[in-house]
């Protein structure tokens, strides 16, 4: 039990939720973070995140009809005004969520990944 005027104000985390269709392959170039440790993904135009924040993301890649849910962090922000588009990265989890989108993003993706064309991030 706490003393009077000695309460703290709980705060409740929770993540964002949101949802990205990616409708071609130059979308998907653009928006792929492969630099990220376990790859991750540019949400343009996302709501203000601080980096570390835990997101939850629907993603749509193309015409593939599977929702690829990724319970990832915010990892990269660019901020309104910045001469990028503005949104946040999310960072795929080290999980099978994970791993399952990243393969399926190089697998349309194929011989772009080496690119040296700019995405969003880069």
């Known amino acids: 039990m706490t003393e009077p005027g000695n309460e703290q104000a709980l705060q409740w985390s929770r993540p ?8 071609d392959r130059a979308g ?3 928006a792929y973070m492969p630099f990220l ?8 135009g996302a709501r203000p995140c601080q980096l570390g924040d835990e997101v939850f993301l629907l993603l749509t890649l193309m015409q593939d009809e599977t929702r690829y849910p ?11 005004g910045s001469t990028h ?3 946040i990265g999310v960072q795929f989890p080290d999980d099978e969520s994970g791993i399952r989108v990243k393969r399926r993003i190089e697998e349309l993706l194929g011989t772009a990944l080496g690119s040296s064309r700019p995405t969003h991030t880069i």
């Open 85 to 87: 588009t503005a949104g």
């Open 70 to 80: 990724v319970a990832g962090k915010v990892a990269w922000v660019t901020p309104q």
């Open 16 to 23: 964002s939720v949101m949802s990205l269709t990616i409708k």
């Open 37 to 44: 440790q376990q790859g991750g993904i540019f949400v343009p």
């Open 28 to 30: 998907l170039y653009a």
